[in-house]
């Protein structure tokens, strides 16, 4: 009887274990598209959650080449830096004059323009000189002036448009731009003659505070976007353990379902990595349509660094895998553990704890007052226990959540339905309310901050000359006015957003035989104006007074005897030095403080019959101000006001000196506060994703509750309950370690430890303000999500 032949031998190998691992990977990804309705929405869910914080992770990745861009379109605008007085008038000279202003905080760079020659430097974006009257006006500027809203800066600047100003010389799209032309201009009135526009320049170094609060800030932004997209690869994970339970019913052990969990969580992921490009681009045409903080920015200039791009798109699947691996870890090890509803572990709260407590102990090693831009150990020091205090608080609050609605039982059924809910699965919310609490301890840290930063900056420029301080106090500048301060005074002191006003003119004298380096203050006025200054025995055109007090008048020395001989800080239209006398009599007057803090305006009062004409020929008048809060928009009428009796004057007001003089602070202010703006309301919309994944997951038990009578009201308010509940504890949990966190910084800044509780309280209201607002916005989709037809299950 003839045997059967053995069976040919076959060349293929037994597929080794790592073959085997990554096809038990790639069933986790064909799981993801292929099985059913349910686990591609969740796949859909997942990747739109996590583009979105990729998105924000490329924008973040873009922030060096869009500063660079910017600083290049700065550079290129250059022009009164140029200004050269010896410079002579000539075929490729321009006359120049800064014509900038302010409208409702928005700055209005203005420039009134001369060319003496056909070689004149043409201002970048035109391509011509406006006429004179006329001017060119960026796009941004354009539309503001045709609207209602700009109705008041028509009136100040309301010239005839004869052009645009192309995007090449302006720093963003939003910018408020103009060029005026003018055939008046002339350096005695304070115009500069230049021969260049554009030049480059070193970056400025930054302080240590500043410093400190970049590095914060973009800590800050980041860190949530990375908790977030975390939390986004574990939309649907109480459907995916139930699946999962059931492939280990089938005969798949434990290792295999975590590498196919691993293989779903990375479909999400690498999904996600296609949506986040494809919101960065759509959102980087978006961008040049949106402004804050007065910064906005041309789509050509957000262009992400190749080496923070490639970072991110190999960490997001790499933290996609490892959160659904650290994920499995709490599902129960038996076929169908999930489905009996076994009890869960509790969770472990001393590794939780031991983040925020090791962030605390590396900044506690930093030595305060370091410089960061200048010790890369430090600061990598300073940013590893800023991320691992920060993501504490997405760390804790699931075991405080879970420790603290374990044993309550009170309230109407919609708070029991919630508590009920939060007990059986409190993760799920608070992984959707993680990422905004995280929000909130960085923008606590951010106020304490500046709130410091500011109020040093404040105290440095004190003393700088400026509007005194008072109410709210103003100084106009007005270029080449000579003798008519008293009558620039008058024009503005009724109505025109003045309450009172007080012309006079500034005149710096130098003893010209003792003494010649001090330099002595002036004012020159009317005895009108002057007695609003200080208290005079008596007046008439010709006195003189020495002021007496405890400011550079009382230890002015000898250069300001009576009769001594003084000469002007300034040359005669000649070159010579201007000498001068002063009377041989110098009454004795007390300045009139407008506040205790207030220093001396001056150190001499003068009527004008008691100084030589050439004294004052050409120089500038000032007229301080007292601002008039009744009238409706007071700052932008008398700034109108001003600008229309000279469109070269200059107008500061007392409560935007401080942040005006340090342009560095301010910078690094506005940008971050844009950034977090930005971040914010991305993750705002990450929580809409996720809420709405959470009614998807439980569209089934909220569909019997209803059918067995529970009220749709009942089901609405419990769903705020699961929201308000987690964000509440969260919100007491941000706020203090954010405190805490912001007094570190402060110590490590050597800045006092002073905390904006208006700030941190303003922005914990927000934040519980937005996440009950994002879940009021899901309670359309609660009617749709609970019909009849949810019932079905196969």
Same mark, same amino acid.
Request: glycine share 12%; proline share 7%.
């Given at each position: ?94 006359l120049l004059v800064d014509a900038s202003t302010t409208y409702h905080g928005a700055e209005v760079r203005g420039r009134i323009v ?143 379902? $975590? ?40 789509? $050509? ?126 993760g799920a919310a608070a992984r959707a309310t993680s990422g905004t609490l995280v929000a909130v301890a960085g923008a606590v840290v ?163 019959? $008691? ?184």
């Amino acid at each position: 009887m003839n045997q059967p032949a053995p069976p040919a031998p076959t060349d293929r190998p037994a597929p080794t274990v790592r073959l085997r691992r990554l096809g038990q990977v790639g069933i986790g990804l064909r799981l993801a598209f292929t099985g059913g309705r349910g686990s591609l929405a969740r796949t859909l869910l997942t990747a739109v959650g996590v583009g979105l914080g990729v998105a924000t992770l490329l924008f973040a990745s873009s922030f060096q080449t869009m500063k660079h861009h910017r600083d290049d379109r700065i550079h290129a605008l250059v022009d009164t830096m140029h200004a050269d007085d010896g410079l002579a008038a000539g075929p490729g000279t321009l006359l120049l004059v800064d014509a900038s202003t302010t409208y409702h905080g928005a700055e209005v760079r203005g420039r009134i323009v001369q060319p003496e020659g056909p070689r004149a430097p043409l201002p970048p974006g035109l391509t011509a000189f406006p006429a004179p009257g006329t001017m060119a006006v960026s796009p941004a500027l354009a539309e503001l002036l045709g609207s209602p809203d700009g109705r008041l800066l028509e009136e100040r600047i309301g010239h005839p448009v004869a052009g645009r100003i192309a995007d090449r010389g302006l720093v963003g799209p939003g910018d408020l731009s103009f060029v005026l032309g003018a055939d008046d201009l002339s350096p005695e009135r304070g115009a500069v003659r230049i021969d260049s526009i554009g030049d480059s320049y070193p970056p400025r170094e930054l302080e240590p505070e500043l410093v400190l609060l970049s590095v914060t800030g973009i800590v800050v932004l980041l860190t949530p976007v990375v908790v977030f997209v975390a939390a986004a690869t574990r939309f649907g994970g109480e459907a995916r353990d139930r699946r999962l339970a059931a492939l280990r019913l089938v005969g798949a052990d434990r290792a295999m379902t $975590a590498r196919i969990a691993a293989g779903e969580a990375l479909a999400g992921a690498l999904t996600g990595l296609a949506v986040g490009w494809l919101l960065f681009l759509l959102a980087g045409h978006l961008a040049e349509s949106v402004t804050i903080e007065g910064l906005s920015v041309f789509a $050509a200039d957000i262009d992400p660094d190749p080496w923070q791009a490639a970072t991110v798109m190999a960490a997001v699947p790499l933290l996609a895998v490892a959160a659904a691996l650290l994920a499995m870890r709490r599902i129960t090890a038996e076929p169908l553990g999930v489905v009996r509803g076994s009890d869960r572990t509790r969770r472990r709260l001393w590794w939780r704890l031991a983040l925020p407590v090791t962030g605390g102990l590396l900044l506690s090693q930093t030595s305060p007052g370091v410089d960061l831009g200048a010790s890369p150990f430090d600061l990598a020091v300073v940013v590893a226990g800023l991320v691992l205090l920060l993501s504490g608080v997405a760390a804790v609050l699931p075991a405080l959540l879970e420790l603290t609605v374990r044993d309550l039982s009170f309230g109407p059924p919609s708070v029991q339905l919630a508590l009920g809910r939060l007990r059986l699965g409190g993760g799920a919310a608070a992984r959707a309310t993680s990422g905004t609490l995280v929000a909130v301890a960085g923008a606590v840290v951010l106020q304490s901050l500046f709130g410091a930063i500011a109020a040093q900056h404040r105290a440095r420029y004190a003393d700088a000359d400026g509007p005194r301080a008072g109410a709210v106090q103003a100084r106009a500048t007005f270029p080449g006015a000579d003798g008519s301060a008293a009558e620039l005074a008058a024009r503005l002191r009724v109505g025109d957003g003045a309450r009172s006003a007080v012309g006079y003119l500034p005149v710096y004298l130098r003893g010209a035989a003792r003494d010649p380096n001090r330099t002595s203050l002036a004012l020159v006025g009317s005895c009108a104006d002057l007695k609003a200054l200080a208290e005079l025995p008596s007046c008439t055109d010709g006195d003189g007074f020495l002021l007496t007090g405890t400011g550079p008048a009382a230890a002015a020395g000898p250069g300001l005897r009576p009769g001594a001989e003084v000469t002007a800080d300034r040359a005669a239209a000649d070159g010579s030095a201007l000498l001068w006398r002063l009377p041989a009599a110098l009454l004795p007057a007390v300045e009139r403080p407008l506040s205790p803090a207030d220093g001396p305006a001056g150190d001499l009062l003068l009527t004008p019959a $008691a100084v030589p004409a050439a004294l004052t020929a050409g120089q500038d008048a000032r007229v301080d101000l007292e601002l008039d809060t009744a009238v409706p928009d007071a700052r932008e009428v008398l700034r109108t006001a001003v600008q229309r009796i000279d469109p070269q004057a200059r107008l500061l007001l007392s409560d935007e000196r401080a942040f005006g003089q340090d342009r560095a602070f301010d910078g690094v202010r506005r940008s971050l506060t844009a950034a977090v703006v930005a971040t914010l309301v991305l993750i705002a919309l990450s929580m809409l994703v996720s809420l709405l994944e959470q009614l998807r997951e439980r569209r089934r038990s909220l569909a019997c509750l209803l059918a067995f009578g529970t009220p749709r009201r009942t089901l609405g308010l419990s769903l705020l309950w699961q929201s308000a509940l987690p964000t509440g504890i969260g919100l007491l949990l941000a706020v203090g370690l954010g405190s805490a966190v912001g007094r570190m910084l402060l110590h490590l800044a050597g800045l006092p430890p002073r905390i904006a509780w208006d700030g941190v309280l303003a922005m914990a209201g927000a934040a519980a303000a937005g996440v009950l607002g994002v879940t009021a916005l899901t309670l359309p989709v609660l009617r749709r999500t609970t019909a009849t037809g949810a019932l079905r299950h196969e």
